[in-house]
């Protein structure tokens, strides 16, 4: 049994948590539902349950008992009140066998579910989630079957489906017991969020639904939403671990024409992963077009797991000229997919789909593969950058890709170099570190990409030696006003002190490219020197530009 009773210690306190418990049974209709203190004691339960007592506890007056519904030598029950933990009994009633479903211990008690009694009941049949004591699935389904019996021409039923971001990564870095903890404050917190309109209830894993009748439709289901993101977003303390995550929120509403449930989650769902990629912590409503945006991505989806086995990938370069000189001293590698359907597709349109369906790992080492080998070729050793996701280090086969990508081409390692962005930094920062240093030892550089972007830890400058720092070119766009200048120049400061060389990219004008200089930034790229190119044209461009700096 998870120990998951470490009382919240948000500001929303955990006091409130029996009439939420409660509550939400109370909302799913007909359910037989009680809660029971520790000892067998029901404090409050449904008139459904109240039916299923036999007359005589009933009519007694006093104290409701659980163990009315057993017979007096039957000690099951107190087994299972001596645990903390969840379990399903099976007993006998006069209207047929039951399914007696003990949810797990809370502070305020536990919530005891009666059922009739299916063959080979378990867990997952009773209609109570036991980490949580939230309805489950089950409960969803009853609840949905209830929504499609009753007309409600007052209200909107509406369903709002909750997803924790970086779940995954609490479970990953402080384990699965605090991940359950986390659960189950969650739970605790949108059930105080509802504060009794409408019911929580736990899908699996961290997918949580809250079902919910709006009469003021949309106003009251925006508040709840804002409410529900902003409640997730404050800190957890779980066993002394401070936990920062937020919430995404899809709503979808009932709509009883349909008749058809899995499509009311579909379109839930649909609008969570809108949320989602929206940027997260934030809730979207289902509209009908994110249906075809869903179908156009399956299709991409597709096309794109295809694209590798109908070479359908190049890599194009961009040069990176020496500031001092105006030399060459490298390109980084750009990749395009050119699709029969789509023509050129740029990074920014499916680096993020291959990242989702996995298909990175095999893009990425073919992008370091083909860089090696056609940086290989050229007539000059120029250094060849190329762009590493941050999932490709998942698993530890960067290194490996690297190393044989390199033993293959047979280019000097020296002279590849790989930009991470310091995402790839945020999580597993001890696995991550281990394999830069890794791939460092082999002789590769490192740099870091987009620099002055994403949260700019100078942690991360200080735990890895990175060879070069890449000033994002939204710095460089703005060089000339006084702010973005400033920033360049503590970046080049900073960089220099570190022992890292510069590089400023997307360098556009004659301007941006004199303050770099002046500033004393090493390297640049941008369009201002060149575009990226097709392998085939890097040779004619070098020899152009040998001939410029010759003249120079
Ligand atoms: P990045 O690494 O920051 O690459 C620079 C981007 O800026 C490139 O866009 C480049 O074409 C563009 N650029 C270059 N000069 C200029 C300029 O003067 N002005 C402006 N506005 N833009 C300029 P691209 O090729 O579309 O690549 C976008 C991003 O996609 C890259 O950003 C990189 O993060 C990612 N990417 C590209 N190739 C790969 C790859 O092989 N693997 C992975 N994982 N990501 C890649
Ligand atoms: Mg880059």
Same mark, same amino acid.
């Given at each position: 049994?998870?120990?998951?009773?470490?009382?919240?210690?948000?500001?929303?306190?955990?006091?409130?948590?029996?009439?939420?418990?409660?509550?939400?049974?109370?909302?799913?209709?007909?359910?037989?539902?009680?809660?029971?203190?520790?000892?067998?004691?029901?404090?409050?339960?449904?008139?459904?349950?109240?039916?299923?007592?036999?007359?005589?506890?009933?009519?007694?007056?006093?104290?409701?008992?659980?163990?009315?519904?057993?017979?007096?030598?039957?000690?099951?029950?107190?087994?299972?009140?001596?645990?903390?933990?969840?379990?399903?009994?099976?007993?006998e009633h006069s209207g047929g066998p039951?399914?007696?479903?003990?949810?797990?211990?809370?502070?305020?008690?536990?919530?005891?579910?009666?059922?009739?009694?299916?063959?080979?009941?378990?867990?997952?049949?009773?209609?109570?989630?036991?980490?949580?004591?939230?309805?489950?699935?089950?409960?969803?389904?009853?609840?949905? !079957?209830?929504?499609?019996?009753?007309?409600?021409?007052?209200?909107?039923?509406?369903?709002?489906?909750?997803?924790?971001?970086?779940?995954?990564?609490?479970?990953?870095?402080?384990?699965?017991?605090?991940?359950?903890?986390?659960?189950?404050?969650?739970?605790g917190r949108l059930e105080r969020t509802?504060?009794?309109?409408?019911?929580?209830?736990?899908?699996?894993?961290?997918?949580?639904?809250?079902?919910?009748?709006?009469?003021?439709?949309?106003?009251?289901?925006?508040?709840?939403?804002?409410?529900?993101?902003?409640?997730?977003?404050?800190?957890?303390?779980?066993?002394?671990?401070?936990?920062?995550?937020?919430?995404?929120?899809?709503?979808?509403?009932?709509?009883?024409?349909?008749?058809?449930?899995?499509?009311?989650?579909?379109?839930?769902?649909?609008?969570?992963?809108?949320?989602?990629?929206?940027?997260?912590?934030?809730?979207?409503?289902?509209?009908?077009?994110?249906?075809? !945006?869903?179908?156009?991505?399956?299709?991409?989806?597709?096309?794109?797991?295809?694209?590798?086995?109908?070479?359908?990938?190049?890599?194009?370069?961009?040069?990176?000229?020496?500031?001092?000189?105006?030399?060459?001293?490298?390109?980084?590698?750009?990749? &395009?997919?050119?699709?029969?359907?789509?023509?050129?597709?740029?990074?920014?349109?499916?680096?993020?789909?291959?990242?989702?369906?996995?298909?990175?790992?095999?893009?990425?080492?073919?992008?370091?593969?083909?860089?090696? &080998?056609?940086?290989?070729?050229?007539?000059?050793?120029?250094?060849?950058?190329?762009?590493?996701?941050?999932?490709?280090?998942?698993?530890?086969?960067?290194?490996?890709?690297?190393?044989?990508?390199?033993?293959?081409?047979?280019?000097?390692?020296?002279?590849?170099?790989?930009?991470?962005?310091?995402?790839?930094?945020?999580?597993?920062?001890?696995?991550?570190?281990?394999?830069?240093?890794?791939? &460092?030892?082999?002789?590769?550089?490192?740099?870091?990409?987009?620099?002055?972007?994403?949260?700019?830890?100078?942690?991360?400058?200080?735990?890895?030696?990175?060879? &070069?720092?890449?000033?994002?070119?939204?710095?460089?766009?703005?060089?000339?006003?006084?702010?973005?200048?400033?920033?360049?120049?503590?970046?080049?400061?900073?960089?220099?002190?570190?022992?890292?060389?510069?590089?400023?990219?997307?360098?556009?004008?004659?301007?941006?490219?004199?303050?770099l200089t002046q500033s004393g930034c090493?390297?640049?790229?941008?369009?201002?020197?060149?575009?990226?190119?097709?392998?085939?044209?890097?040779?004619?461009?070098?020899?152009?530009? !040998?001939?410029?700096?010759?003249?120079?």
């Amino acid at each position: 049994m998870t120990d998951h009773l470490t009382p919240d210690t948000s500001t929303d306190g955990a006091t409130s948590a029996a009439g939420g418990l409660l509550e939400q049974a109370v909302r799913s209709g007909s359910l037989a539902i009680a809660l029971v203190d520790a000892q067998g004691t029901i404090v409050d339960a449904t008139p459904a349950f109240i039916d299923l007592l036999p007359p005589e506890a009933v009519e007694a007056g006093g104290a409701l008992r659980l163990d009315a519904l057993f017979s007096p030598d039957d000690h099951r029950l107190a087994a299972g009140l001596a645990s903390d933990g969840a379990g399903v009994l099976r007993i006998e009633h006069s209207g047929g066998p039951l399914a007696l479903s003990l949810g797990s211990l809370q502070p305020v008690g536990r919530l005891v579910t009666l059922m009739p009694f299916l063959e080979s009941p378990c867990i997952d049949k009773a209609v109570s989630d036991p980490l949580t004591g939230l309805g489950n699935r089950n409960a969803l389904k009853q609840i949905l !079957a209830q929504w499609q019996a009753e007309a409600d021409p007052e209200a909107e039923r509406v369903v709002l489906m909750i997803d924790l971001d970086r779940f995954k990564q609490v479970n990953d870095t402080l384990g699965h017991p605090i991940g359950d903890d986390l659960l189950v404050h969650v739970a605790g917190r949108l059930e105080r969020t509802l504060d009794g309109d409408g019911a929580v209830l736990r899908l699996g894993g961290d997918e949580m639904i809250v079902v919910y009748r709006d009469d003021d439709y949309p106003r009251q289901t925006e508040r709840m939403a804002q409410a529900i993101v902003s409640r997730l977003a404050r800190t957890f303390l779980i066993g002394g671990h401070q936990i920062d995550i937020s919430a995404s929120v899809g709503i979808a509403c009932f709509d009883p024409e349909e008749g058809d449930t899995s499509r009311l989650l579909m379109h839930a769902d649909l609008a969570l992963y809108a949320a989602k990629t929206g940027g997260r912590n934030q809730y979207c409503f289902f509209e009908p077009h994110l249906e075809s !945006a869903a179908q156009a991505r399956r299709d991409m989806e597709v096309r794109l797991r295809r694209a590798l086995a109908l070479e359908e990938f190049q890599l194009v370069y961009q040069p990176q000229i020496s500031l001092s000189d105006g030399s060459i001293s490298g390109f980084e590698a750009l990749i &395009r997919w050119v699709s029969e359907d789509h023509g050129v597709v740029l990074p920014a349109q499916f680096i993020g789909l291959a990242e989702e369906i996995g298909e990175i790992h095999a893009i990425g080492e073919w992008a370091i593969r083909t860089a090696c &080998r056609e940086a290989a070729g050229w007539d000059a050793p120029y250094s060849v950058a190329v762009n590493v996701s941050p999932l490709q280090f998942e698993g530890g086969r960067l290194v490996t890709a690297v190393a044989s990508a390199l033993e293959e081409s047979g280019l000097d390692p020296g002279r590849l170099e790989l930009e991470i962005t310091e995402e790839a930094l945020i999580d597993k920062t001890r696995e991550i570190l281990e394999q830069l240093w890794t791939l &460092r030892e082999m002789g590769v550089c490192i740099a870091m990409d987009d620099f002055g972007t994403g949260y700019s830890s100078l942690g991360y400058l200080r735990n890895f030696p990175f060879s &070069r720092l890449k000033i994002d070119q939204s710095f460089v766009g703005g060089a000339p006003d006084e702010r973005s200048r400033t920033l360049v120049s503590a970046i080049l400061v900073l960089a220099n002190e570190l022992d890292m060389t510069t590089i400023a990219g997307g360098v556009e004008t004659e301007q941006q490219h004199q303050i770099l200089t002046q500033s004393g930034c090493v390297r640049a790229q941008g369009h201002f020197f060149a575009p990226p190119m097709p392998p085939g044209a890097i040779a004619a461009y070098c020899a152009g530009v !040998a001939k410029t700096v010759g003249a120079g």
